[in-house]
């Protein structure tokens, strides 16, 4: 039996990553633990080798001259019986059979190293969420409540659910979809992790891009700033740190290729891609693109007076002023948009 038990521990760290020094710390934790509720509050010495393959229980009494204690206390006549050497004040030692143990003691046994189990993958589900946080994932739909909207989800780690407060306006899903989520953040509970999942993320967006496009990933085009409404409209700045590489061309791509791919993955949600500049007046005008700009004037350290034709004043507006709340948030000035 001891055999097979080091076994399975060998065979819990291959096929579940749990560590058998771990393991042997519960199981451990489950013997002294039987052992107590066998013969109430008495001491133990739990020996496991897996050298030898072998499991030992001992008993601890401490020798006296008269017992108060008969669970925890020998005296010194029973323990010269057992062993000639015992001593007043020492410690004897007997080796308990664990097959020796009741029913009840080794279902405690068998419970602690359960939750031992459970424990160890918990903790592993939190690691390798943990290495994801900022990250999106590509998660298979597993349910989706009728009632609530939420979505539960195979992110490949567990299953986590993608809240309707997180998912993208009007975006409907069916069970065995694709989808990428973008992992929030990750919260240890005593059931186990908490993950929260996203789709309207404004970091979604940036993580597509840098899956998507080649210059991202390898550092040549920066993102300086994504906001986002999501479902309806984002907007992104970007640079080049490579003066023969047009940042903006680069996001968009060939017949607008790249852009599609995560247009596409994003319901349609309409993206503009503006030029970052250190000049504030240049990298306002661009942010109310598609709008002309005529000229940008600082009224204050972080606002300006916007003049546009006045042909151009509803589309640097935009539908219920979102264009001109987008390219605010995108570059931090307050903007006021006036027609020439």
Same mark, same amino acid.
């Given at each position: 039996?001891?055999?097979?038990?080091?076994?399975?521990?060998?065979?819990?760290?291959?096929? +579940?990553?749990?560590?058998?020094?771990?393991?042997?710390?519960?199981?451990?934790?489950?013997?002294?633990?039987?052992?107590?509720?066998?013969?109430?509050?008495?001491?133990?010495?739990?020996?496991?080798?897996?050298?030898?393959?072998?499991?030992?229980?001992?008993?601890?009494?401490?020798?006296?001259?008269?017992?108060?204690?008969?669970?925890?206390?020998?005296?010194?006549?029973?323990?010269? +019986? #057992?062993?000639?050497?015992?001593?007043?004040?020492? #410690?004897?030692?007997?080796?308990?059979?664990?097959?020796?143990?009741?029913?009840?003691?080794?279902?405690?046994?068998?419970?602690?190293?359960?939750?031992? #189990?459970?424990?160890?993958?918990?903790?592993?589900?939190?690691?390798?969420?943990?290495?994801?946080?900022?990250?999106?994932?590509?998660?298979?739909?597993?349910? *989706?409540?009728?009632?609530?909207?939420?979505?539960?989800?195979?992110?490949?780690?567990?299953?986590?659910?993608?809240?309707?407060?997180?998912?993208?306006?009007?975006?409907?899903?069916?069970?065995?979809? +694709? @989808?990428?989520?973008?992992?929030?953040?990750?919260?240890?509970?005593?059931?186990?992790?908490?993950?929260?999942?996203?789709?309207?993320?404004?970091?979604?967006?940036?993580?597509?891009?840098?899956?998507?496009?080649?210059?991202?990933?390898?550092?040549?085009?920066?993102?300086?700033? *994504?906001?986002?409404?999501?479902?309806?409209?984002?907007?992104? &700045?970007?640079?080049?740190?490579?003066?023969?590489?047009?940042?903006?061309?680069?996001? #968009?791509?060939?017949?607008?290729?790249? @852009?599609?791919?995560?247009?596409?993955?994003?319901?349609?949600?309409?993206?503009? @891609?503006?030029?970052?500049?250190?000049?504030?007046?240049?990298?306002?005008?661009?942010?109310?693109?598609?709008?002309?700009?005529? &000229?940008?004037?600082?009224?204050?350290?972080?606002?300006?007076?916007?003049?546009?034709?006045?042909?151009?004043?509803?589309?640097?507006?935009?539908?219920?002023?979102?264009?001109?709340?987008?390219?605010?948030?995108?570059?931090?000035?307050? @903007?006021? *948009?006036?027609?020439?």
């Amino acid at each position: 039996m001891n055999s097979e038990f080091f076994n399975a521990l060998d065979l819990l760290e291959a096929e +579940k990553g749990i560590s058998k020094e771990y393991m042997l710390e519960r199981v451990e934790a489950a013997l002294v633990s039987a052992y107590k509720h066998e013969c109430g509050n008495a001491n133990v010495r739990v020996v496991l080798d897996p050298v030898k393959k072998d499991v030992k229980v001992y008993s601890q009494k401490t020798v006296v001259e008269a017992v108060s204690d008969p669970s925890s206390e020998i005296s010194l006549a029973d323990a010269q +019986k #057992i062993s000639k050497r015992s001593k007043l004040g020492g #410690i004897l030692e007997t080796e308990i059979k664990t097959k020796s143990f009741g029913r009840i003691s080794a279902q405690t046994a068998k419970q602690v190293i359960i939750q031992g #189990i459970r424990e160890a993958e918990r903790g592993m589900v939190i690691k390798e969420y943990e290495s994801k946080r900022g990250e999106i994932v590509t998660a298979t739909v597993l349910r *989706i409540d009728p009632e609530s909207g939420n979505v539960s989800v195979d992110t490949g780690t567990s299953e986590a659910t993608l809240l309707h407060s997180e998912q993208i306006p009007g975006e409907e899903f069916y069970v065995g979809q +694709k @989808i990428k989520v973008f992992i929030m953040e990750v919260k240890k509970e005593t059931r186990g992790p908490v993950v929260t999942l996203s789709r309207t993320h404004p970091e979604l967006v940036k993580r597509l891009f840098e899956l998507e496009i080649p210059e991202i990933a390898n550092g040549t085009v920066i993102i300086k700033n *994504i906001v986002r409404e999501a479902g309806s409209h984002s907007k992104m &700045s970007v640079y080049s740190r490579d003066e023969n590489v047009d940042p903006i061309g680069a996001c #968009i791509g060939n017949r607008g290729m790249r @852009i599609d791919n995560i247009v596409s993955e994003l319901c349609g949600e309409k993206i503009d @891609i503006v030029k970052y500049s250190e000049n504030a007046e240049e990298y306002i005008k661009a942010a109310l693109s598609p709008a002309e700009v005529i &000229s940008v004037t600082m009224t204050d350290e972080r606002a300006c007076r916007v003049v546009v034709m006045p042909e151009q004043l509803s589309l640097a507006i935009g539908r219920e002023g979102q264009n001109a709340r987008l390219a605010a948030r995108l570059t931090g000035y307050k @903007i006021d *948009i006036k027609a020439e």
